[in-house]
């Protein structure tokens, strides 16, 4: 009998352990932090450009710090489970979409990524009501790790490209289409186990 994968779990039925603690805390702090990237990216000033790369930045190294001390310090929980990848979602979706908005990522990208990001968020979400929780797997770790690299460049101030598709930008279309072979890749990945798992629960 095949053990389950590493990023699937049932929810703690014991004692329940107190969802403050250091990632957790991490973890609402991304969220906290997608508003006021909006709001930054909104804007056309030069210097307010700057301050949303570093929000980003500090949101993605959030993102890299509370897995890696809820795995040192053992103190992962059901709620960093269930909430790390949906901050990392909101952030990234949040971006993709602001950037579809001032031009630097045509739509159809950006559609295909919240479509990838949302149909796997609803097939947590079933699973989660059976009491299964899937964390990020190591396809989706990299998946995100890719979508911010992206955002990053795009980001930029001094970024010169106004199109992923733009003739001269090859950079950016490897960038971007290696970020969309992981995104798709990963959710295909997800909605196989998804299958499985629902056929065991």
Partial sequence: MKSAPENVSMLDEGPKRSWVNVPNILTVFRLIMVPILIILMLQHDWNLHWWAVSVFVIAGVTDQLDGHIARSQDLITDFGRIMDPIADKALTLSAFIM??????????????????????????????????V?????????????????????????????????????FMVVVAALTLIATLWSGAGYVIESVKLFGKH
């Avoid at 919240?114 to 299964?132: D, F, H, I, P």
């Avoid at 979508?147 to 101030?157: A, C, H, R």
Wanted: hydrophobic share 60%; aromatic share 14%; net charge positive.
């Fill in 134 to 170: 899937v964390a990020a797997s190591l396809a989706g770790k990299f998946k995100t790790l890719l979508q911010m690299f992206l955002i990053f460049i795009l980001l930029l101030p001094w970024s010169t490209f106004s199109n992923i598709v733009m003739p001269g930008s090859w």
């Fill in 99 to 132: 950037l579809s908005i001032a031009g630097y990522l045509p739509w159809w990208f950006t559609i295909v990524i919240a479509a990838r990001e949302l149909g796997v968020t609803v097939l947590r979400a079933l699973l989660l009501k059976r009491s299964v």
